[in-house]
T-cell receptor, first 113, second 115 residues
Framework: EPEVTQTPSHQVTQMGQEVILRCVPISNHLYFYWYRQILGQKVEFLVSFYNNEISEKSEIFDDQFSVERPDGSNFTLKIRSTKLEDSAMYFC???????????FGSGTRLTVV | GDSVTQMEGPVTLSEEAFLTINCTYTATGYPSLFWYVQYPGEGLQLLLKATKADDKGSNKGFEATYRKETTSFHLEKGSVQVSDSAVYFCALMGVFSGGYNKLIFGAGTRLAVHP
C-alpha cells in the first residue's frame, strides 16, 4: 500500500536554528498538509498546500514557518528560527482529492533544546 | 467554529470487553467524520470514516455510525484485544474558506487493554 514517508524520524536542534522537515507524499496525490502534535495534546492543523501554493494556514503557521514542494516529489516544512515551544511531533499528510481521508506519514519528532 | 469533543481517557478495559469511545461534533453543513488510531511510537492511521448521515463506517471489528440528530460518531467494538491499545482520534472534515478542506481533530482517547 502506498505510504507517505517522512524524514528524519527524530531531530534534535538548538533554539534559534533552522530546521527542514521532509516528506514524500503519495505520488498521485495533489493535496498536502502539515499537522503537529505537542506531546499529550491535540493534533493541530498547520497548513494545506495545493497547486504549488498554500491554500490555508492556521494562526500557528506564522512567518517563521514556510512550506515548499521543490522538485515535484518532496514536500518540506521549514522552521526558520526554532523556539522551545516548537518541540512536537510533525505529521505530513496527502490526499488525492479535498474530501478524501488523508494518508499520514509516521511523523518527525522535533526536539528543540 | 467547527470542533470535535471526545470522552477523556484513559479508558482501561480487560480483553474481550465491549468498547465505546464517545465523540460529538459541532459543524456547519454536513462534514465527513473519521476515526484515526495512533499506536505507540507510530503515526496516525485512518481506522474508518463516514461521509453522510446514517452511514456506518467499519474496519477491524470497529464501527461508528454518523448520527446527525445527535451530532455524534461514537466508536464501538464488541470485543477488544490487547493489540487495540492505542490512542483514538475522532475527526471531522468540513469545507472552509476558499473551498479547501481540513481535518479537525478531537483531543484523543487513550485505550489500554489488559489481558
Amino acid at each position: 500500500e502506498p505510504e507517505v514517508t517522512q524524514t528524519p524520524s527524530h531531530q534534535v536542534t538548538q533554539m534559534g536554528q533552522e530546521v527542514i522537515l521532509r516528506c514524500v507524499p503519495i505520488s498521485n496525490h495533489l493535496y498536502f498538509y502539515w499537522y503537529r502534535q505537542i506531546l499529550g495534546q491535540k493534533v493541530e492543523f498547520l497548513v494545506s498546500f495545493y497547486n504549488n501554493e498554500i491554500s490555508e494556514k492556521s494562526e500557528i503557521f506564522d512567518d517563521q514557518f514556510s512550506v515548499e514542494r521543490p522538485d515535484g516529489s518532496n514536500f518540506t516544512l521549514k522552521i526558520r528560527s526554532t523556539k522551545l515551544e516548537d518541540s512536537a511531533m510533525y505529521f505530513c499528510a496527502s490526499s488525492p482529492t479535498p474530501n478524501y481521508g488523508y494518508t499520514f506519514g509516521s511523523g518527525t519528532r522535533l526536539t528543540v533544546v | 467554529g467547527d470542533s470535535v469533543t471526545q470522552m477523556e481517557g484513559p479508558v482501561t478495559l480487560s480483553e474481550e470487553a465491549f468498547l465505546t469511545i464517545n465523540c460529538t461534533y459541532t459543524a456547519t453543513g454536513y462534514p465527513s467524520l473519521f476515526w484515526y488510531v495512533q499506536y505507540p511510537g507510530e503515526g496516525l492511521q485512518l481506522l474508518l470514516k463516514a461521509t453522510k448521515a446514517d452511514d456506518k463506517g467499519s474496519n477491524k471489528g470497529f464501527e461508528a455510525t454518523y448520527r446527525k440528530e445527535t451530532t455524534s460518531f461514537h466508536l464501538e467494538k464488541g470485543s477488544v484485544q490487547v493489540s487495540d491499545s492505542a490512542v483514538y482520534f475522532c475527526a471531522l472534515m468540513g469545507v472552509f474558506s476558499g473551498g479547501y478542506n481540513k481535518l479537525i481533530f478531537g483531543a484523543g482517547t487513550r485505550l489500554a487493554v489488559h489481558p
